[in-house]
């Protein structure tokens, strides 16, 4: 639901050594952040102010969210969907943020089929 999720030492970091680095709590890869994308965000905050994007909607809105998730991205699905006027909030159970699924892709997972079969009911059901 928030796009700037990178907090001061990381923005710190960014403008002391040009590069910053996020954990990536799946992987546990160290992610680089540049300066441009710091920017971009700072520069387009009102365009990136999702919940406020979601609020003006006047189409359905499909939010599919892993339940096992990382807690900040479980809070943005409610966010999103308490924000948006024709929003429908589908748990995957037993998901976190890939559906299960792993890299390189070996098999689809069933979270992954559960995802894809929501959406494309709701796809075929509102487009």
Not at 15 to 23: H, P
Not at 24 to 33: A, C, F, L, S, V
Not at 95 to 123: C, I, Q, R, W, Y
Request: glycine letters at 8%; aromatic letters at 8%; a negative charge.
């Amino acid at each position: 639901a928030h796009v700037d999720i990178f907090g001061a030492d990381v923005r710190r970091q960014v403008e002391e050594e040009g590069v910053g680095y996020v954990m990536n709590g799946r992987t546990g890869q160290k992610m680089p952040i540049e300066k441009v994308v710091l920017d971009d965000i700072d520069v387009n905050a009102r365009q990136y102010d999702l919940l406020n994007c979601v609020a003006q909607l006047n189409v359905p809105l499909l939010i599919v969210q892993g339940r096992e998730d990382f807690p900040r991205l479980v809070k943005g699905a409610e966010s999103l969907n308490e924000h948006a006027r024709q929003a429908v909030l589908y748990w995957v159970d037993g998901a976190g943020h890939t559906f299960n699924m792993v890299h390189p892709h070996k098999e689809d997972t069933s979270e992954f089929l559960e995802a894809l079969d929501v959406t494309t009911k709701f796809f075929k059901e509102h487009f």
